[in-house]
Nanobody, 125 residues
Framework: VQLQAFGGGLVQTGDSLRLSCAAS????????VGWFRQAPGKEREFVSA????????YYADSLKGRFTISRDNAKNTVYLQMDSLKPEDTSIYYC???????????????????WGQGTEVTVSS
């Protein structure tokens, strides 16, 4: 399966963005899809995930209340709605998918098998 992440851009503090992760080659309605981000000089970190069998949603503690993950199986797309953006949200955002991941491993990027190319988000102060 090929993933394509898009929707990033340059915004100001307090603005919103919606990132999209579109899958092709295979349906990923049964896959766990996660969002990660990596800022320059920092390690990749977990942002959010939607689990394959329950569609339950999980977030990094620091992002709860500002970010919302959702999926549209008809469009084979997962979204990440980001509100009240802050300069520290500046990063490259990646989507990833796996149809074999277990719940305890959704925050570990090493457990995902398919990755998009990343989309850059810059939040100016």
């Amino acid at each position: 399966v090929q993933l394509q992440a898009f929707g990033g851009g340059l915004v100001q503090t307090g603005d919103s963005l919606r990132l999209s992760c579109a899958a092709s080659g295979r349906t990923f309605s049964r896959a766990t899809v996660g969002w990660f981000r990596q800022a320059p000089g920092k390690e990749r970190e977990f942002v959010s995930a939607i689990f394959r069998s329950t569609n339950n949603k999980y977030y990094a503690d620091s992002l709860k209340g500002r970010f919302t993950i959702s999926r549209d199986n008809a469009k084979n797309t997962v979204y990440l709605q980001m509100d009240s953006l802050k300069p520290e949200d500046t990063s490259i955002y990646y989507c990833a998918a796996s149809d074999r991941i277990i719940l305890s491993g959704i925050r570990d990027s090493g457990n995902y098998h398919y990755w998009g190319q990343g989309t850059e988000v810059t939040v100016s102060s």
